[in-house]
């Protein structure tokens, strides 16, 4: 059974830090481009980083930059957010996500960051 499980959400004060991870299980992420995006209540999902198979590109939303950055351990199936100077806007469920093709890829069922002091 395919699956992506992310956990390492929850509350956290305006400045500060959460690390995320993405667990795959019943397939393995070499060949498969890893992402994370975010959902906030009432916008739709968007794009916050990525990182190619070989992880040799990576690719983050103008809105993270510089306080975020995506990881990826193919040798333990994993992929990682470390989220640092988290802000009120970074609010959301993330979800991660695989993908080789259009037709190819897989979601995780998300996990809920909330900024707020």
């Known amino acids: 059974q395919v699956q992506l499980v992310e956990s390492g959400g929850g509350l956290v004060q305006p400045g500060g830090s959460l690390r995320l991870s993405c667990a795959a299980s019943g397939f393995t992420i070499t060949s498969y481009a890893m992402n994370w995006f975010r959902q906030a209540p009432g916008k739709e999902r968007e794009f916050v980083a990525g990182?190619?198979?070989?992880?040799?590109?990576?690719t983050n939303a103008d809105s993270v930059k510089g306080r975020f950055t995506i990881s990826r351990d193919n040798a333990k199936n994993t992929v990682s957010l470390q989220m640092n100077s988290l802000k009120p806007e970074d609010t959301a469920v993330y979800f991660c996500n695989a993908r080789r093709s259009s037709v190819n890829y897989y979601w995780g069922q998300g996990t809920q960051v909330t900024v707020s002091s």
């Open positions: 990182i190619t198979s070989a992880g040799g590109r990576i």
